[in-house]
């Protein structure tokens, strides 16, 4: 019994090891996601906005000279599926969400198509989404050059990813490209979403009814557009990666909260066991205490 009582004191220690590391891991998580809530807060109307602005000008312009290569639709030949996860784990289902959304994606619609002829490249952002594809899906081609961009989330740093989609898209080497990731409303709720990123989409093509605008533009429209465009679709991306970085933050202060719950319910559980062990134990010591005398007596 006594072996019993270490075994049972070694699983407590444990327990409240672990029990330390959950609660600093939901403090570190706390902080992180004050900072990359604030971000995808100032960012999103004002991504939404302009991505809204731009939809209905290529809507508008729809058959116009001096038109935006990047709202033109063509045959799908080539596709590109970007899955944006987190780096780690031990953040629920969050990571595993959005790679499966990702996976439905790829059996239907033009990424199915593109896959099925062996034309579909993964361009994995975080380590989870695409470690999870490439098993799934071996005849995509699996692109992990912008891996490490959710560890630095920086305007710069995202734009390269866009620019790299918007060059190729550009060149003809690329035809159709799709975000998957996951939409943050607040520590406990986010969305795994996939959005069509290239080419934009038209207003009319989302149910949505328009009316022709009679834009001036100033300067030239080709001019214009040729800046306006680009910068428009860098920072929707942007927001995209955001959007997963509180998310992310959100979903491990959520899953490890839980842990230091369940840590408690276990230390619970491990202390009545303690106890009545420990008892059993005094119990058997008396017993034995009590014969002895009882023996001597006679």
């Known amino acids: 019994m006594a072996g019993g009582l270490k075994e049972v004191r070694d699983r407590i220690a444990s327990v409240k090891n672990t029990q330390q590391i959950t609660k600093a891991m939901k403090m570190v998580s706390a902080a992180k996601l004050r900072r990359a809530q604030q971000a995808i807060q100032e960012v999103r109307p004002y991504a939404n906005k302009l991505n809204e602005m731009l ?11 001096g038109g935006s290569v990047f709202g033109v639709e063509r045959p799908v030949k080539n596709a590109v599926l970007v899955i944006v996860t987190s780096d780690r784990g031990l953040a629920g289902a969050f990571n595993n969400n959005i790679s499966k959304l990702a996976a439905t994606r790829i059996e239907e619609g033009p990424l199915a198509d593109a896959y099925n002829s062996g034309n579909l490249t993964i361009i994995q952002i975080g380590k989870k989404g695409g470690d999870f594809l490439v098993k799934r899906y071996p005849k995509a081609t699996m692109l992990r ?17 866009s620019k790299y989609l918007m060059d190729g898209f550009e060149a003809g080497t690329i035809d159709h490209v799709e975000v998957a990731y996951s939409r943050f409303r607040n520590a406990a709720m986010h969305f795994p979403t996939i959005k069509q990123f290239l080419p934009v989409e038209k207003v009319e093509d989302e149910g949505e009814s328009t009316t022709k605008a009679d834009y001036i533009f100033e300067p030239s429209k080709a001019e214009l557009l040729n800046y306006l465009v680009p910068t428009i679709l860098q920072t929707t991306f942007h927001s995209y990666v955001l959007d997963v970085a509180a998310g992310e933050h959100g979903a491990r202060m959520t899953a490890m909260d839980k842990a230091t719950d369940n840590a408690d319910d276990i230390l619970r559980d491990l202390k009545i066991m303690y106890n009545k062990a420990r008892q059993e134990v005094i119990t058997s010591e008396l017993a034995e205490i009590v014969g002895g005398a009882a023996a001597l007596e006679g």
Request: charged share 30%; net charge negative.
């Open 145 to 161: 050059d912008y891996s490490t961009v959710i560890g630095d989330t920086s305007y710069e740093n995202v734009a390269r990813v």
């Open 55 to 65: 939809r209905n000008i290529l809507s508008n312009l729809d058959g116009d000279e």
